[in-house]
């Protein structure tokens, strides 16, 4: 199950598209991004994606974005999946 898999290469497309590299494509799969900071003389951005019922981010150093032919191949990490109720000491408060 994709939920499972801590790390998924995908092209992100314009219009906020997502295409997975393996598998098959889900079209309410989106990203967008939610911000920036300046490093090293460029920007580094930060994306967010909700593909397969989970959410998945990554930071793209790349100003090709905004571009209306987008088709750029990155790695995102899983952010969260399926949450599973936790036990611990947060009960006892």
């Known amino acids: 199950m994709i939920r ?3 790390h998924l290469e995908v092209c992100l ?3 906020g598209r997502i295409a997975p590299m ?3 494509p889900d079209p ?3 990203w967008q991004v939610l911000g920036s900071i300046p490093q090293g003389g460029q ?3 930060f994306v967010r994606a909700e593909l397969a019922g989970a959410s998945w981010k990554a930071l793209v150093q790349t100003e090709e974005l905004e571009q209306e032919g987008l088709n750029l ?3 995102l990490a899983q952010q969260s ?4 109720p936790r036990w611990g000491w947060h009960h006892y408060w």
């Open 4 to 6: 499972q898999i801590p």
């Open 13 to 15: 497309l314009a219009r």
């Open 22 to 24: 393996e598998g098959t």
């Open 28 to 30: 309410e799969a989106r």
């Open 43 to 45: 920007r580094l951005y």
């Open 73 to 75: 191949r990155v790695t």
């Open 81 to 84: 999946g399926e949450h599973v």
